[in-house]
């Protein structure tokens, strides 16, 4: 198996996965247009915020849309390319895995591109809105900023994934994984570095939403190389803990017998 | 008159069922509060790091916006987001079972609705208040204050209700109701003040939110920790009262329009 071929396999699972989720055209663009509006209706929050205080010790409102612009690249990328993180534990507990083990490939990149969520690209229309004409950064920063937020994308990802992966051991914390899940999100909009010393650490190891939101971002404010290596350390580091807890979780898997569905 | 009475004891079966469910769904329960306290640590933080003193003197303190922030969530947690329940029975076409019961589809999910955000306004106040007060040090609740905010976050959850049953029902043109319960959460952060509270606002933007539903469900009870600005408790309440029937009489439309929707194209 070369890595050709697995990128080729990559890639048509994302175009299959793309078309399906877009269908049908005219929803998929209201998803689309409405999480738009969302991004834009929570901004107006702190523009209100930043009309009252002149700063967020040191943040200005610029630096508040390039966190937004962040957190929605990284979460627009997750759930158009592998939306099914966001269903990984419900499949899992169904017995939905066999579907995915039953391929000649690694079951987890199928089972995270099994689905796709047509209003995550609204988020990913919306962050460059939100970097160049709310933050106030030019076309030349763009690949910096890209760079970190694809990789805030894949630590997002991994971090769903481990979080997913716990009904392996507890099947019965479907609810569990939710409530994570949206505390992760919860966490990773707002400004993290008024945080205590201690809550930052936790933000940057058991709970990393510092790699989705604060990190990329100083990243970007402070031009720094290292931040962006540390980005991308980050990823890598997240991205084999997904894969390792995941492979560990899949000793624990029961079947659902969901192979004949395929015959 | 016998039937009136049968409606009643079988909405308010409903009512203890909601209760129940929730009272049995403990790792819901701890979910929701783990969410909410979290939010309280951040927003802790985030007033602490604040310069509120540029508002002037009459500027709120770390503490009392901290309180803010846990009366408004307080609602928004107790109601949490029923509204995919409807979604959920449209899309899978249950609800063709469930129209056909002998009591109102709508006033059975709402009574059931109502026993759940009953159980979750007291576990969720008992948590938040705990919180609050550990986290800022005061507790600015009085024996005065405290059956008025128990009252405007009663009224202000079950305005939130109605509007969620009218979210469910959406379904039934739109195929889900998610992207219009995301611009409905949104304005209720904007024009309900979830986060920062009205009196923050530019005057027209202010004006523009007071006068609208997403005040009465949030700022109403938020406004009673910071003290009412020039309006009186009673006027409070009154504003909810006189939303909670204009919103009950739009959701009644709704139901309406859904139910003739289905009987006619299916779910």
Redesign the interface.
Known sequence: MTLRSSLDYLFALARINIRAGMAPAG?AA??AL??F??NL??F??WS??F???????GWTLADMALLMGMCEWAFGLAVVLAGGVRHMAQTIVDGGLDVHLGRPRHPLPSLLMSRSLP?GLGDLASAPVFWLAFAGRGFADLPLILLVATAAGVVLTASVVIMQCLVFWLP??L??C??LF??FL??AV??QH???FT?RMILFTLFPTAFVGFLPVEAVRNADPLKALAMIGAALVYGALAAAVFQRGLRRYASGNRILELR | MRSRRFEAGALWAFVLLGWRRAIA?R??L???L??YL??L??FR??W?????Q??GQSSPTAAEMLWYVAITEWVVFAAGTPYRAVEEQIRSGQIESALLRPLPYAAATLAEWSGATSFYLLAMGAGGLATAAALTGTVPLTAATALPLLLAGALGSAIALLFQLQLGYAAAW???S???F??W???M??FGGL??PLT???QA?RYLAEFSPFAAILFAPGSLILGPAGASVAAILGRQVAWFVVIALATLLVDRAAAARLAQRGA
């Open positions: 929803g209201l998803s409405l999480m509006g969302n209706i929570f107006l929050i209100i915020y009309s009252n205080f002149s700063s967020l010790r209003s019965r914390a609810g569990l939710e409530d949206n505390m919860m966490t707002y400004p008024p945080f205590s809550m | 769904e790792a819901a701890a979910g929701r783990a969410l979290l939010i640590v951040i933080q985030l602490l790091a604040t310069p509120l540029e508002l739109l195929g889900t998610a992207p219009l995301w611009i959460q949104k304005l952060f904007v986060l920062l923050f606002y530019p933007l």
